[in-house]
């Protein structure tokens, strides 16, 4: 399989799309050739001789559609037969006809419950769509396949929680309101009035330039809610530098909104962090767990009174328990979102019969 990867970024230090390198790094162990197209690309630190890269970049709207179909009739001139798309139906609807007039076949990875026309528009004109669970893509399509994520599990190494004092809790994301970090906060502010030595530690800053305005809305609410000694803004983290972070926490803690499975509870997952998570997409993935260890996990959205609550029984457990629970919850990531197994579903899939 020569295989076409089209994504916004490739770069290993990206605080938001670096993953997509260890994917690449994957799907070529599998196939014969792949090549990326990309805005921009950085650190491809690792990636093998079976790996090459097209760069678009940023500027020009005219000129990145014109570089963009060159690009795919380069791939598809030279025999490229697959092209997958990551996370933008907009690369989807560019690549259909070239993909289309060379008889490749065209598959897209989509994760995010928002649906717009243009997505509407994208999944019709590929053979699938994959995405990690049911919930991360809210369309009910017949070409929709259910992968599980990819957490390189090397990458975030089990450790035991840090047992010293402050406790450290974890959240990371852009600051906006979908990631909801004033329930966080308030949920901080109630753990405090308990009289519980803990602090906050939030990695990631803002992207758009609607991000900014909120972000000091959050800095806002820390300084009126007198958390400023309790709360440490990271801002923007290399994926090299989370690892360190979540082995250093005692637990994560997500009040996201998106209704997809967010991915950074499944890194904390993997170094068997207790986490907290208001998403309504883990419930179905925390099953092994048993009902009642699973429902422990999960907060209602938007409730900093219920966050706080769990919280604090997770923190209030013995060593031996939170042992237990973080090596379960490492095991529901081995077995269902290790990286390598969802390449190779991934290349299963896309090298499969019509």
Same mark, same amino acid.
């Given at each position: 399989?020569?295989?076409?990867?089209?994504?916004?970024?490739?770069?290993?230090?990206?605080?938001?799309?670096g993953?997509?390198?260890?994917?690449?790094?994957?799907?070529?162990?599998? %196939?014969?050739q792949?090549r990326?197209?990309?805005l921009?690309?950085?650190?491809t630190?690792?990636?093998?001789?079976n790996v090459d890269?097209?760069?678009v970049?940023?500027?020009g709207?005219i000129k990145r559609y014109?570089l963009f179909?060159r690009?795919?009739r380069e791939?598809? +001139?030279e025999g490229?037969g697959h092209v997958?798309?990551?996370?933008?139906?907009r690369y989807?609807?560019?690549a259909?006809?070239?993909a289309r007039?060379a008889?490749?076949r065209h598959?897209?990875?989509?994760?995010?419950s928002?649906?717009d026309?243009?997505?509407r528009?994208?999944?019709?004109?590929?053979e699938?769509?994959?995405t990690?669970?049911e919930?991360?893509?809210g369309?009910?399509?017949?070409?929709k396949?259910?992968?599980?994520? +990819?957490?390189?599990?090397?990458?975030?190494p089990r450790?035991?929680?840090?047992?010293g004092?402050?406790?450290v809790?974890l959240?990371?994301?852009?600051?906006?309101?979908?990631?909801?970090?004033l329930?966080i906060l308030?949920?901080?502010?109630?753990l405090?009035?308990?009289g519980?030595d803990?602090r906050?530690?939030?990695? +990631?800053?803002?992207?758009?330039?609607?991000?900014?305005a909120f972000g000091?809305?959050v800095?806002?609410?820390?300084?009126?809610?007198?958390l400023?000694?309790?709360v440490?803004f990271h801002?923007?983290?290399?994926?090299?530098?989370?690892?360190a972070?979540?082995?250093?926490?005692?637990?994560?803690?997500?009040a996201?909104?998106?209704g997809?499975?967010?991915k950074?509870?499944?890194?904390?997952?993997a170094?068997g962090r207790g986490?907290? %998570?208001?998403n309504p997409?883990?419930p179905p993935?925390?099953t092994?767990?048993?009902?009642?260890?699973a429902?422990s996990l999960v907060?209602e959205e938007?409730?900093?009174?219920d966050l706080?609550?769990r %919280?604090g029984t997770?923190?209030?457990l013995e060593a031996s328990?939170?042992t %237990?629970?973080?090596?379960?919850l490492r095991?529901i990531?081995e077995?269902?979102?290790?990286?390598?197994a969802?390449?190779?579903?991934l290349?299963?899939?896309? +090298?499969?019969?019509?």
């Amino acid at each position: 399989m020569r295989l076409l990867f089209i994504t916004q970024v490739l770069d290993r230090n990206d605080p938001i799309l670096g993953f997509a390198a260890r994917w690449i790094e994957g799907l070529a162990r599998l %196939t014969e050739q792949v090549r990326v197209i990309a805005l921009e690309v950085g650190d491809t630190d690792g990636l093998g001789a079976n790996v090459d890269w097209r760069v678009v970049g940023r500027s020009g709207r005219i000129k990145r559609y014109l570089l963009f179909r060159r690009y795919l009739r380069e791939a598809f +001139g030279e025999g490229f037969g697959h092209v997958l798309t990551h996370m933008v139906p907009r690369y989807s609807l560019l690549a259909a006809g070239p993909a289309r007039r060379a008889g490749a076949r065209h598959f897209m990875w989509y994760t995010h419950s928002g649906v717009d026309a243009r997505l509407r528009r994208a999944v019709q004109t590929v053979e699938c769509v994959f995405t990690a669970s049911e919930e991360s893509l809210g369309l009910d399509l017949p070409n929709k396949v259910v992968t599980g994520h +990819g957490i390189d599990l090397s990458f975030y190494p089990r450790v035991e929680a840090s047992t010293g004092l402050p406790q450290v809790l974890l959240s990371a994301g852009r600051l906006t309101p979908s990631k909801d970090p004033l329930t966080i906060l308030k949920a901080l502010a109630l753990l405090l009035e308990e009289g519980r030595d803990v602090r906050l530690e939030w990695a +990631g800053g803002a992207l758009a330039q609607g991000d900014s305005a909120f972000g000091h809305q959050v800095k806002e609410q820390v300084r009126s809610l007198g958390l400023q000694e309790r709360v440490l803004f990271h801002g923007p983290i290399a994926p090299s530098e989370m690892p360190a972070l979540y082995q250093r926490a005692g637990l994560f803690l997500s009040a996201s909104r998106t209704g997809s499975v967010d991915k950074v509870v499944l890194e904390a997952m993997a170094t068997g962090r207790g986490i907290v %998570t208001s998403n309504p997409s883990f419930p179905p993935l925390l099953t092994s767990l048993g009902a009642e260890r699973a429902a422990s996990l999960v907060f209602e959205e938007g409730n900093p009174e219920d966050l706080a609550a769990r %919280t604090g029984t997770l923190l209030d457990l013995e060593a031996s328990e939170q042992t %237990t629970l973080g090596d379960d919850l490492r095991g529901i990531i081995e077995r269902d979102h290790e990286v390598d197994a969802l390449m190779r579903r991934l290349v299963e899939h896309m +090298g499969a019969g019509r």
